[in-house]
């Protein structure tokens, strides 16, 4: 169930920002995989959650719903405990788009930049430089991306979250 003060007709802004309680930290790397800049801390208490999310017009994604009612931020109360529903729910719920997906870092939420093959040369082992030509790096992390079987295996995991979904 969606909170009345979230519900709304209109597609929630592209550009819209989370940051998410301690108990969301697998969500908060799937939304970051789809390319949502999701600040996820696990040390941060609820105040700190709160005055994140009003500083940085950030939506709080939470679990506790006492939290997801208090007043000065916008919050999205999410209540399954698995992840696809936890997925759906979040997707449906604020009429997310997915074509950002793979865009950014999913360990520390830094939009990603392409790197050309020659620039990964050292960087990936030789199996993978010899059989991808599409790479991304995170200038943050340093962490060097390349579309693999983990990806795949991610489509799968979406795919079967927007089918259960209806869409
Ligand atoms: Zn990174």
Redesign the pocket.
Same mark, same amino acid.
């Given at each position: 169930m969606i909170p009345d003060y979230c519900k709304t007709d209109k597609p929630v802004n592209e550009a819209v920002r989370f940051v998410a309680d301690g108990m969301l930290g697998r969500l908060s790397k799937w939304l970051r995989i789809l390319g949502f800049d999701t600040a996820y801390d696990p040390a941060l208490d609820d105040h700190a959650l709160l005055r994140l999310a009003r500083a940085e017009g950030r939506v709080l994604l939470t679990c506790d719903r006492e939290l997801a009612h208090r007043r000065g931020a916008r919050s999205f109360l999410v209540e399954s405990t698995d992840l696809a529903s936890q997925l759906r729910e979040v997707i449906n719920g604020l009429h997310l788009g997915l074509d950002a997906a793979f865009s950014r *870092?999913p360990? *520390? /939420?830094?939009p990603l930049a392409t790197l050309e093959r020659a620039a990964v040369r050292d960087r990936v082992p030789p199996h993978v430089l010899e059989t991808h030509t599409e790479f991304r790096h *995170?200038p943050? *992390? /340093?962490?060097v991306y390349w579309p693999g079987t983990h990806r795949a295996r991610m489509l799968e995991t979406l795919a079967k979250v927007q089918v259960e979904s209806g869409k």
């Open positions: *870092c360990v *520390c /939420n830094t *995170c943050h *992390c /340093n962490r």
